[in-house]
Nanobody
Framework: EVQLVESGGGLVQAGGSLRLSCAASGFTFDDYAIGWFRQAPGKEREGVSC????????AYADSVKGRFTMTSDKAKNTVYLEMNSLKPEDTAVYYC???????????????????WGQGTQVTISS
């Protein structure tokens, strides 16, 4: 059974940092691209970042470039999203998702992803 479990969300002040984790199981980690997405109340789900299979390439939404960093730990089957210089507009439920993709392929289209975690709430106070 494929499982993606997010953790690390919480409440922080603007300018602060958080690190989200996504623990994956039930599939061959190296064969899948993993993405981070977020959804704020009343808004559509949007892509934040994506790391290709085998961690060969990463991509970021313009709104988070230079502030967020996505990494992958194959030994732990876990991906991380380090979020710095957080802003109130980063407030959302953050999800990780997985899709079997060729090497180097990345995308931040939610419709492309097959497996999803349950989400973790991130709230940034001003």
């Amino acid at each position: 059974e494929v499982q993606l479990v997010e953790s690390g969300g919480g409440l922080v002040q603007a300018g602060g940092s958080l690190r989200l984790s996504c623990a994956a199981s039930g599939f061959t980690f190296d064969d899948y691209a993993i993405g981070w997405f977020r959804q704020a109340p009343g808004k559509e789900r949007e892509g934040v970042s994506c790391i290709s299979s085998r961690g060969l390439r990463t991509a970021y939404a313009d709104s988070v470039k230079g502030r967020f960093t996505m990494t992958s730990d194959k030994a732990k089957n876990t991906v991380y999203l380090e979020m710095n210089s957080l802003k109130p507009e980063d407030t959302a439920v953050y999800y990780c998702a997985a899709v079997q993709f060729p090497f180097f392929a990345v995308t931040m289209r939610p419709s492309a992803f097959r497996y999803w975690g349950q989400g973790t709430q991130v709230t940034i106070s001003s």
